[in-house]
């Protein structure tokens, strides 16, 4: 059903070819394909846009001018087979949080593969999140946005009917959102965002904004612009919005395929010089030894020519690979425009053939905005110029999170390894290192904790990735294993800017007591490394976590450390609060209804105390613990870990953490490690994997749970602020 419009279309078109044989003047494609149906869907569960309205009422416009009827609803239960095969397109206008259930997803998905159209307006990428396939339909998902302020866009493609109308450089006000991953190695880029016109951007220079792509047997466009009531007036979004609806419906011919170009990247960015996006004067020239096969060419004195994906942004140097039987010249580098200001010059000497190519190199002063080479010299045709790139320094890693911290056990021995002797691996009766004590095997195989320069120090690199800023080092007293690596643990963290926090285990002999003990101990050790936690919002206190702290029931003696130290107590019952700073969960499983969270979160708020739920992205212990009754939690491919994380951030079950808690960084007994696990285990130990988490699969999906960590730190971040 889906692809009879692509059928339709390729009939019209056969008309228009031949009539246009016949006669001057024939109509388009577009206006000879058959009148078409538009589904406009703009239900939100989140942040509702103001400009929704305002959204309908030009889509139905543009319809009415443009021989396609629209239909605006919110009600989810259109998305059925039956009711979207009467739809060439959906638009998802604005759409926010989950606006589809289960089967309305299947519809949706099986609708765009088997033929039909999609098109995401603005907040469409703050949608589904739950849904693993949507990130794929869309392109990417929301992360974050500055304010609302004016930017410079660069159209990338000027042949779509979504921006063939548009000039290289397109100046207008919007809401420009940041995207948690790139997209232009799995899209087809049409504008990109120049970061260097507007302040806030986040994603490294290279910023697509509008792009398609072929989605199986159908099409998806999606542009991140739309945000403002004014932007629907506008008559060349109106022009760009409506070429998405057409190529999305059929009703054009567009170029969508995927290059896999991944353009632009935070270490250097480079394109083939005939690759320019505007120019005066150049031509492209064949010639077998230049890359790709050809140059830009035909150079002469004044000519120049313009690079739209290359922002001068950051850009330290420039490099050039040129060839010269003329008289040679200087290509001066400029941004923004070939008469923009002058960043750098370099010479080009004749290399005594056009064939015969060198390298040529300058350094660059401070640029913003696209990358344009005017080219000076002599009389005649001056030189060629082959591959050419910019370099810039790698942007700063963004710090973690204080506010979202990883139990993190340090507890794993080797024979081989500081431990002397296997520690914990082959808890429940295994024979490491094939076979341990663990439902999932870790990436690095069976380590020890005390490799401070090979485990832990990839661990804090991990971590880094996770967007977490702190670990809660798991401590089961004085003497012990852990307490003797703390020190090593804290240099490696302190190396990745990651900050420890301190999880108190129920070592034996536990009391209220001896905790407080043990905070001046653990203050004394290493209160002055730069790696202790301090929460900053609150008085500059160290924090520590007491698991299993109902097991003992007067707590009187933590009113001595109150004003240095954040305690938390492992509880939701706000009964057994008094005397702590603060409450958790630790609880893997119990985040996917979240008992008694909220109730614990009005608590912490009323009486001044941290609230810290814990979210797990499962929980099995089936090899750990043979026999065990306990209840398991299944991943289900990254819908648990997001379940647990949306009921911690949503205010009404969450209760409004201060902090939020994951269990765990790497607790392998018990399954519920972020810590990437091997994408190919031990065969015949009946080992999970990640397989199929946010819908990667292989390599791709060992690190999903920490990137996944990173989106919802990001949402706790923006919620907070």
């Keep these: 059903m889906r692809r009879s419009r692509i059928r339709r279309l390729a009939g019209a078109v056969a008309l228009a070819l031949g009539a246009a044989l016949l006669s001057p003047g024939v109509p388009s494609a577009a206006a000879t394909a058959d009148p078409y149906q538009v589904l406009v869907f703009s239900k939100t569960a989140g942040f509702r846009h103001d400009s929704i309205p305002a959204g309908i009422t030009a889509i139905q416009q543009l319809g009415a001018a443009n021989d396609f009827t629209v239909t605006a609803t919110e009600d989810a239960t259109a998305f059925t087979p039956q009711n979207l095969a009467a739809y060439e397109a959906v638009v998802f206008l604005s759409t ?34 739950d849904w693993p396939e949507y990130e794929d339909l869309v392109g990417a998902w929301f992360k974050s946005h500055p304010a609302i302020q004016e930017a410079r866009l660069t159209t990338e493609d000027h042949v779509h009917p979504a921006t063939a109308h548009l000039d290289d450089t397109w100046t207008r006000t919007d809401e420009w959102y940041d995207y948690r991953s790139n997209p232009r190695a799995d899209v087809h880029v049409l504008q990109s ?12 220079g290279d910023h697509p904004i509008t792009w398609c792509h072929e989605q199986r047997y159908g099409r998806s466009f999606y542009t991140g612009l739309g945000h403002t009531i004014e932007s629907f007036a506008d008559p060349d979004f109106r022009q760009l919005l409506l070429g998405g609806i057409q190529y999305a419906a059929g009703a054009v011919e567009a170029d969508c395929s995927t290059t896999g170009d991944p353009g632009p990247g935070p270490g250097g960015d480079s394109a083939e010089a005939e690759a320019s996006t505007s120019s005066s004067g150049v ?8 890359s790709g096969g050809a140059t830009l060419g035909y150079i002469d004195h004044g000519d120049w020519a313009g690079y739209g994906a290359l922002d001068t942004a950051g850009a330290t140097a420039f490099t050039a690979t040129v060839s010269s039987a003329g008289a040679g010249g200087t290509i001066e580098v400029r941004s923004g425009s070939a008469t923009g200001p002058l960043l750098g010059s370099v010479d080009v000497t004749p290399t005594g053939g056009w064939d015969t190519f060198t390298e040529v190199t300058t350094t660059l002063t401070a640029g913003t905005g696209p990358l344009f080479l005017r080219f000076t010299g002599g009389a005649g045709a001056l030189f060629d110029v082959d591959r050419l790139g910019l370099i810039r320094t790698p ?31 082959q808890q429940g009766g295994h024979t490491p290192p094939a076979s341990i004590g663990a439902d999932l095997y870790p ?85 002055d490394h730069p790696a202790f936690y301090r929460d900053a919002a609150h008085g500059d206190r160290n924090a520590y976590y007491v698991f299993e702290s109902l097991r003992i029931q007067d707590w009187s003696a933590l009113d001595a ?41 009005d608590h912490a708020k009323a009486n001044g105390l941290i609230w810290a739920p814990s979210v797990a992205p499962g929980y099995i212990d089936d090899r750990a613990v043979p026999g065990n009754t306990t209840p398991t939690l299944g991943r289900a491919d990254g819908a648990s870990y997001d379940r647990q994380w949306s009921n911690a951030l949503d205010p009404a079950i969450g209760g409004d953490p201060t902090w939020v808690s994951v269990t765990s960084f790497n607790e392998w007994h018990e399954g519920s490690s ?13 080992y999970e994997t ?23 730190t990001d949402r706790f971040e923006q919620q907070r602020e």
């Excluded at 289960?102 to 990428?125: E, I, M, P, T």
């Excluded at 942007?395 to 914990?424: C, I, K, M, N, Q």
């Design 96 to 129: 926010t949080g989950d606006v589809l259930n289960d089967s309305q997803q299947n519809a949706l998905k099986g609708y765009v593969d088997g033929g039909g159209g999609f098109v995401g307006v603005h907040a469409a990428a703050d949608t589904e999140y």
């Design 193 to 204: 965002l120049d970061e260097s016109s507007y302040s806030g951007g986040e994603m490294g």
């Design 283 to 290: 031509q492209t020239a064949s010639h077998a030894a230049a």
């Design 395 to 425: 942007a700063a890693e963004d710090e973690g999170s204080s506010d979202v911290h990883l139990f993190y056990y340090p507890w794993y021995g080797t024979p081989e390894g500081p431990a002397g002797s296997w520690r914990h691996w």
């Design 443 to 527: 990436k690095l195989g069976p380590y020890d904790s005390g490799d401070i320069a090979g485990a832990v120090d990839q661990h804090m690199k991990w971590v880094r990735r996770s967007g977490a800023g702190v670990i809660v080092y798991s401590w089961w007293g004085r003497g012990g294993y852990e307490d003797s690596l703390a020190g090593d643990v804290l240099d490696a963290a302190a190396r990745h800017s990651i900050q420890v926090a301190w999880h108190i285990e129920p070592y034996s002999g536990r009391t209220a007591a001896s905790v407080v003990d043990d905070i001046g101990y653990l203050e004394g050790e290493f209160g």
């Design 561 to 601: 450390v109150k004003d240095t130290a954040i305690v938390l107590a492992q509880t939701t019952d706000t009964s057994k609060a008094d005397h702590f700073g603060g409450l958790y969960t630790y609880d893997g499983i119990a985040g996917a209804t979240a008992p008694g969270w909220k109730n614990a979160g």
């Design 674 to 686: 972020i810590e990437p696990a091997a994408s190919v285990p031990p065969p015949g130990h009946g």
């Design 690 to 712: 990640f397989d199929g988490a946010y819908g990667k699969t292989g390599e791709a999906a060992e690190t999903a749970y920490l990137d996944r960590t990173a989106y919802w």
